[in-house]
């Protein structure tokens, strides 16, 4: 998978993805409706427990209105 190679784990991956969703104000009930996808799977990929494809990536990315390198290169600042 192309994200793989700059993303350390998934869990990294399901933070900046959970980030993203948060900070765009949008629950996961929602972007469930907006993908196709259901909520379990958004939690998953969320908790670091799956990784999405590269093409549910893509379709985050446009509801989230955030590029790639948000999804795999944002880092926590705490």
């Known amino acids: 998978m192309v994200t793989t190679k700059y993303i350390k784990d998934s869990k990294e991956l399901g933070e900046n993805l959970k980030t993203a969703r948060t900070k765009s104000g949008i629950t996961q009930y929602t972007v469930s409706k907006l993908t196709n996808l259901n909520r379990s799977s958004l939690s998953y990929y969320e908790n670091g427990i799956n990784i999405p494809t590269i093409f549910?990536?893509?379709?985050?990315?446009?509801i989230y209105k955030i590029s790639?390198?948000?999804?795999?290169?944002?880092?926590?600042?705490?």
Do not use: S
């Open 56 to 62: 549910t990536i893509i379709k985050l990315m446009g």
């Open 68 to 78: 790639i390198n948000e999804v795999i290169l944002a880092r926590k600042t705490n």
